[in-house]
């Protein structure tokens, strides 16, 4: 059986577990949203009157980071499910097929990309009620983008619950890392706001280069360097934390 098949049994199977309860992919989008409706209107009057702010309007400027807030958000909790399978013995039936550890891994994060790009795709429908406007390909190039950084997340969330194998140690693990990536990340206001020391420190959070792609990908400017270096950060960060992933299910089996 190739590796290819067998991520895709994985995620057919991991698919029917989430169709199985498709609330959950509305419960995921709506902190999002919540911020698309309560927050937005608030920074419209703050981009016509501070400078320092990116160029658009406050949906082209909001919006692209709240994809990213769904690719943090919804994956790097993902870990929960398998710490559940893990109690009760599903991963260690799985470790005595010929299954690859890596599939086991793939096909769990493929699922969580396949949710997470629904999402972004849903609320990106609904901003345009609130009058988003961006051009097609650079939606598309941020929905791709979304995918990625999902990818990086879910898989970081993986390998961390088959170490903590808890949810009490794996909840406040989660918070103590989401929290600092969020509020240097510039999701909430871009850090070009920030003083000099805040914009240098959010220089080494990589999901700041993500945030800062999906708002040129907004602007249409899907050619520029900045779409590439956000699109590079997070390919990078993708492959680091899958490689993570596979040694930490090839560990646990071993």
Request: cysteine-free; charged content about 10%.
């Amino acid at each position: 059986m190739t590796l290819l098949l067998q991520i895709w049994l994985i995620f057919q199977r991991a698919m029917r577990q989430s169709l199985r309860n498709p609330v959950w992919v509305i419960i995921g989008i709506v902190q999002p949203l919540l911020y698309l409706t309560l927050f937005g209107p608030l920074l419209q009057p703050l981009i016509t009157a501070t400078p320092g702010f990116p160029p658009g309007d406050a949906y082209q400027v909001l919006v692209p980071a709240l994809l990213v807030q769904l690719g943090m958000f919804g994956s790097l909790f993902a870990g929960f499910s398998l710490i559940q399978e893990y109690r009760t013995g599903v991963v260690e039936r799985m470790r005595v097929t010929p299954v690859s550890r890596t599939a086991l891994l793939l096909g769990r994060s493929m699922r969580d990309v396949v949710v997470l790009v629904v999402q972004g795709i849903l609320l990106t429908f609904v901003a345009m009620f609130f009058g988003l406007r961006a051009p097609p390909l650079g939606i598309v190039v941020a929905l791709v983008l979304v995918a990625v950084i999902a990818m990086a997340t879910s898989a970081a969330s993986y390998a961390m619950a088959l170490l903590v194998k808890s949810e009490e140690a794996l909840g406040p693990l989660l918070n103590a890392i989401v929290i600092p990536l969020l509020l240097l990340s510039g999701i909430l206001l871009p850090m070009t706001l920030a003083p000099a020391w805040l914009f240098v420190l959010s220089r080494l959070n990589p999901f700041a280069y993500v945030v800062d792609a999906e708002r040129a990908a907004f602007q249409g400017a899907v050619l520029s360097g900045t779409v590439g270096l956000g699109l590079a950060v997070a390919v990078g960060l993708a492959a680091l934390t899958v490689a993570w992933g596979v040694r930490t299910f090839h560990r646990e089996s071993a």
